[in-house]
């Protein structure tokens, strides 16, 4: 089975249609690691996408946020706003669904899905440091989370972590002895350097994992994101990518 695996949307459906339309006809199955929605101006017709699409989906801490879950207190003012917005953007059905998505670790077919990690839905896991203290509470030795809008992985291997690379779009064959903990990247809002929406295809049969990214109309998620009245810092971070 190859999944197409998507993290930290965030709203932005120009990254999401040209995700889709760059992967297409190489994928059987879309998992989604949260964060459908907050900071960009289409959350119902990303998270309207991901309702029809997606095989498996956990929370992420915005789609809380954005659904009225959360006490916004302890978000910045720029996140806040937007989730503010947000909350009062969504159509009824969206709501509904981004209340009850499952809160991560999910099993997808022997995969665990996280959120932030495979131990607490709202931890940033970024470092090799962060990474080893999950040592030992990876459920299965492919796991795929977000959060951090970081594409890359860390890999346990011999009682270490190391961070392998992957070149892009050039499919990697895991190592079998080795436990993966995976982060495919944003496709809505990246914070690597790179403006270029990310996602990841893994296929299990043979353990292959690819990293990609993919253009997108950037100027038009930003118009749409001033049009709609929401911090403009939100544009126009999406073109550097940090
Ligand atoms: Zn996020």
Redesign the pocket.
């Known amino acids: 089975m190859r999944s197409l695996i998507l993290?930290?949307l965030?709203a932005n459906w120009e990254a999401l249609e040209a995700v889709v339309k760059r992967a297409a006809g190489r994928f059987d199955r879309v998992l989604c690691l949260?964060?459908l929605v907050?900071?960009g101006a289409d959350p119902n017709r990303v998270t309207a996408w991901v309702r029809a699409n997606a095989a498996a989906v956990v929370r992420?801490?915005?789609d809380r946020a954005c659904s009225g879950m959360d006490d916004l207190s302890w978000f910045n003012p720029i996140a806040r706003a937007a989730a503010e917005w947000t909350q009062g953007a969504l159509n009824p059905e969206n709501l509904a669904y981004l209340r009850a998505l499952p809160r991560g670790p999910a099993d997808a077919g022997g995969l665990t899905l996280a959120?932030g990690s495979p131990v607490d839905e709202d931890e940033y896991v970024a470092t090799v440091e962060e990474a080893s203290l999950l040592e030992g509470h990876l459920p299965a030795p492919r796991c795929f989370f977000?959060?951090?809008?970081l594409q890359g992985a860390f890999e346990y291997r011999r009682g270490r972590v190391v961070r392998p690379h992957f070149a892009l779009r050039q499919p990697a064959r895991l190592a079998r002895d080795s436990w993966y903990l995976v982060n495919p990247g944003?496709a809505?809002?990246p914070r690597d350097g790179d403006w270029r929406a990310a996602y990841a295809i893994y296929d299990d049969a043979e353990d292959l994992l690819t990293y990609e990214r993919t253009e997108y109309d950037v100027a038009r998620a930003q118009r749409k994101i001033v049009e709609a009245g929401l911090p403009e810092i939100l544009a126009f971070r999406l073109e550097t990518g940090e």
């Open positions: 993290s930290d965030h949260g964060d907050g900071y992420g801490n915005h959120h977000g959060h951090t809008h944003s809505g809002q």
